[in-house]
C-alpha cells in the first residue's frame, strides 16, 4: 500500500516569509497528487492538483512541484499571511487508478504576524 | 448554497447502538466517498461510490454501510458501535475519480 509522509512537527514561519511543506511518497508513482487546506473543525478544502507529467503548478501565491523521481511534491506559500495558517493535506490516487486516495496526516502552518 | 452537506453535525450515542449520518451534494457530482478522522487527524477514506460501483476500503467493519438512495445522497449506517468509532466523519464528492473532492463540514461521533 502507499505510504504518504508529511511533516509531523507544525511549521512555523514569519508573516511574508515563504512556507514549504512536504509530501514524500513510498511504492507507486500516483497519476496525480492533489494539495488541501484544512482548519480546525472544517472540511478539507482543494488547492491545487498536480499530473505526473507537470512539474511544477501555480495559483495565485501557491506553487506545488513534483518530483516522480525523488517520489516527492513540494507545496509553497508566497508571502505568507496568518490567514494562511492551517493543516496542509496531500492526497495521491488509489492504487491502479482506484476511486480510494490516500491522505497524509498533514502538517500544521503557522504563520506569526 | 451548501455543495455538501452533513447531518447531524454532532451525534452522541452509547455503545451497541445503531446509528446514521446523512449526506447529499448538490454539485451533480457523480462519485460520493465517507472518510473517518481519528484524534491524530489522519483521513481515512472508508468508501468510495459511484453509482455504479462501491468500492470498500477492506480495513473497515462490516458494521458500517453506505446506502445511496440516488446520486446526491450517500448515506452512513454505522451497527453495533464501539467506543472505537468515535471519531469525526466525513462526507465528500467529486466529479470523476481524480477529480477535486468536495468535502462536507464533518459529524462528530462520540460513543460512550
Known amino acids: 500500500s502507499q505510504k504518504i509522509e508529511q511533516n509531523s512537527e507544525a511549521l512555523n514561519i514569519q508573516e511574508g516569509k515563504t512556507a514549504t511543506l512536504t509530501c514524500n511518497y513510498t511504492?507507486?508513482?500516483?497519476?496525480?497528487l492533489q494539495w488541501y487546506r484544512q482548519d480546525p473543525g472544517r472540511g478539507p478544502v482543494f488547492l491545487l492538483l498536480?499530473?505526473?507529467?507537470?512539474k511544477e503548478k501555480r495559483k495565485e501565491r501557491l506553487k506545488v512541484t513534483f518530483d516522480t523521481t525523488l517520489k516527492q511534491s513540494l507545496f509553497h506559500i508566497t508571502a505568507s499571511q496568518p490567514a494562511d495558517s492551517a493543516t496542509y493535506l496531500c492526497?495521491?490516487?488509489?492504487?491502479?487508478?482506484?476511486?480510494?486516495?490516500?491522505f497524509g496526516r498533514g502538517t500544521s502552518l503557522i504563520v506569526h504576524p | 448554497d451548501t455543495a455538501v452537506s452533513q447531518t447531524p453535525k454532532y451525534l452522541v450515542t452509547q455503545m451497541g447502538n445503531d446509528k446514521s449520518i446523512k449526506c447529499e451534494q448538490n454539485l451533480g457530482h457523480d462519485t460520493m466517498y465517507w472518510y473517518k478522522q481519528d484524534s491524530k487527524k489522519f483521513l481515512k477514506i472508508m468508501f468510495s461510490y459511484n453509482n455504479k460501483e462501491l468500492i470498500i476500503n477492506e480495513t473497515v467493519p462490516n458494521r458500517f454501510s453506505p446506502k445511496s438512495p440516488d446520486k446526491a445522497h450517500l448515506n452512513l449506517h454505522i451497527n453495533s458501535l464501539e467506543l472505537g468509532d468515535s471519531a469525526v466523519y466525513f462526507c465528500?464528492?467529486?466529479?470523476?475519480?481524480?477529480?477535486?473532492?468536495?468535502f462536507g463540514p464533518g459529524t462528530r461521533l462520540t460513543v460512550t
Open positions: 492526497a495521491l490516487e488509489g492504487p491502479g487508478g482506484s476511486y480510494i486516495p490516500t
Open positions: 511504492n507507486y508513482s500516483p497519476a496525480y
Open positions: 465528500a464528492s467529486s466529479r470523476a475519480g481524480e477529480d477535486e473532492q468536495y
Open positions: 498536480i499530473r505526473e507529467n507537470e
